[in-house]
């Protein structure tokens, strides 16, 4: 059967999409995945606790319930829903040609890529026991929580978004340490002065964490100097990973560009990517918002596109 469109991806760029394809009466086929990217069907934010800044919570909803309860307007609608990973796409010709892990062949008019991204994590002995007590990726989600609020905090990275962090993190910490493995800063120049002069904000260069401590929640870190090797502890009551995101781009293997950090690439201001009649949304396409409104807005972008090409 050939398909008007298929949507890959579960988190909030996909079921938006969904949302207004399917009351728009083209009956999307969804695929969310089993454990792409390492995350489960619902994207990130099934790994966080309470979202705070999704429009219309105003007491915050857990990031798990507000991803079921996004699934379930998709299907109310009439989009169908397979919990399978895509592994491969032919785009060269029309109809596409989408492939799932079992190998069934998918033919489709049209395709929306919402793969997301997915936050690199340190990997380090006291992670797993301590992660979101104590440990978070995502500093303007999860800084104003009350655990992290007036706490010496600790900022992983040397790049953009550990800048960003940790001039976020400054409205509500009392101290914000960046840690960064190298003497220079990978962030652009304009984005190191907010921070470098900031009166919060102080850096410990060469060093990095070889375990996260503390019992229930975060502690303190053991560091390691990577000029010396030597280790040593300080006291932190929360930590923040910066460490960059891998966008969920591997299954395409070259048949949409992207750009040179794998994200794919879309016409300014639209969700047009290189080929015509596939659209992206989310953070696979936005290595710069990250945000769960952002995405759903850019699902929402890319079915009103993806509707018009249709028709
Ligand atoms: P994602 O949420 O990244 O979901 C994409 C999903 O698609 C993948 O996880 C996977 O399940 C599926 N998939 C991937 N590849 C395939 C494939 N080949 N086949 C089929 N399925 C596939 N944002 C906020 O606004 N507020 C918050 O409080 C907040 N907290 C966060 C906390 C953490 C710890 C993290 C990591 C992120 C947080 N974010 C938050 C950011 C937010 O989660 C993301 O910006 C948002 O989820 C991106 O949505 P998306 O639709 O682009 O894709
Ligand atoms: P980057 O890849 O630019 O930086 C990642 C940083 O994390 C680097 O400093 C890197 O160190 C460090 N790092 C990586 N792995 C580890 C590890 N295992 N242990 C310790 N440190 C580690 O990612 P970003 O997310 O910062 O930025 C991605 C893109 O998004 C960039 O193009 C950036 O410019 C852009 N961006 C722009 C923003 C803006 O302009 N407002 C905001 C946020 C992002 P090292 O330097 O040694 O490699």
Not at 46 to 57: A, H, L, Q, S, W
Not at 67 to 82: A, C, D, P, V
Not at 107 to 118: K, Q
Not at 132 to 157: F, T
Request: proline share 4%.
């Amino acid at each position: 059967m050939l398909e008007s469109v298929v949507i890959i991806g579960s988190g909030p760029a996909a079921h938006t999409a969904a949302i207004y394809l399917s009351r728009a009466n083209l009956r999307p086929l969804l695929f969310e995945g089993f454990m792409a990217g390492g995350i489960g069907a619902g994207g990130q934010l099934t790994v966080t606790n309470d979202v705070e800044n999704f429009p219309g919570f105003p007491e915050a909803i857990s990031g798990a319930d507000l991803m079921e309860r996004m699934r379930l307007q998709s299907e109310k609608y009439g989009t169908r829903i397979r919990t399978e990973t895509i592994t491969k796409v032919n785009l060269t010709e029309k109809p596409f040609r989408i492939y799932t892990e079992a190998g069934e062949e998918i033919t489709a008019r049209a395709l929306i890529v919402a793969t997301g991204a997915t936050a690199k994590i340190l990997h380090v002995k006291g992670e797993e026991r301590l992660w979101q007590k104590g440990i978070s990726a995502c500093a303007v989600c999860d800084g104003a929580l009350p655990i992290y609020r007036n706490k010496e905090l600790a900022v992983i990275g040397g790049g953009d978004t550990a800048m960003e962090a940790a001039f976020h993190l400054t409205h509500f910490a009392s101290k914000v340490l960046i840690i960064h493995r190298r003497d220079k800063l990978r962030a652009s120049a304009v984005m190191q002065e907010r921070v470098l002069t900031h009166p919060k904000v102080e850096f410990l260069w060469n060093y990095e964490v070889d375990e996260i401590l503390g019992e229930n929640k975060v502690e303190g870190l053991r560091l390691r100097s990577t000029e010396t090797g030597l280790l040593k502890e300080i006291p932190i009551g929360g930590i923040f990973y910066s460490i960059g995101h891998k966008p969920n781009t591997g299954f395409l293997d070259g048949a949409l560009e992207l750009d040179r950090y794998d994200y794919i690439q879309v016409a300014p201001g639209t969700s047009r990517t290189s080929v015509e009649g596939v659209f992206a949304a989310g953070d696979v396409c936005d290595p710069l918002h990250q945000q769960a409104i952002v995405a759903a807005g850019s699902g929402c972008k890319a079915a009103l596109e993806c509707e018009d090409f249709l028709r």
